[in-house]
């Protein structure tokens, strides 16, 4: 049964969720884990969000993460597969309730989808007036579309993309300095 979609204020105990859940990835993925970021509107410091940890995997081999799938279902967490997206793996974690509390994205290194995550987040962080117009734009389409997941989603891509871009641009010139 779909959930009425909701944002809530921030809350520190996100970036805890984070690193509890980190520290796990680490162990589960081993050898395999180049490195682990907080990223989504969680990762954002003071907007509104869904309270669902989104953590973004870096690794040298996807073939080496496919082998340690066992692990993650043992650890709740339910595997996807790419899921829509070329050389990602996907996996999602819902708590007691069913309720959706942890999304993990796992890309190889240098990866286009590595880079537009951080760069996105980086490029909101650093700029907490458009953080704050994305916070509003999400807390005004929550109520607006229900528990219709696609609406809201749809609602924040023409956003989402057109910072992107900018982000990108901002991402790379923060690296070459």
């Known amino acids: 049964m779909p959930i009425e979609i909701v944002v809530l204020p921030p809350d520190p105990k996100w970036s805890d969720d984070f690193a509890r859940e980190a520290a796990a990835l680490r162990e589960t993925f081993g050898d395999a884990l180049i490195d682990v970021h907080h990223i989504g509107s969680t990762s954002i410091p003071n907007i509104y969000a869904k309270p669902i940890i989104d953590i973004l995997v870096e690794t040298s081999d996807l073939n080496a993460i496919d082998l340690k799938t066992q692990g993650m279902t043992m650890r709740g967490y339910e595997a996807m597969g790419e899921f829509g997206l070329p050389g990602r793996r996907y996996f999602r974690r819902d ?10 994205h796992v890309f190889e290194r240098g990866s286009d989808s ?15 007036d458009l953080a704050q117009l994305y916070s509003a734009m999400k807390r005004e389409l929550a109520p607006l579309c229900g528990n219709d997941i696609e609406k809201y989603m749809d609602g924040k891509d023409p956003f989402i993309k057109k910072t992107e871009i900018i982000a990108l641009k901002w991402y790379h010139s923060t690296k070459a300095k």
Request: hydrophobic share 30%.
């Open 95 to 104: 708590n007691d309730q069913g309720v959706r509390t942890h999304h993990v």
């Open 114 to 128: 590595v880079e537009r995550h951080l760069a996105f987040r980086d490029y909101l962080t650093a700029h907490p």
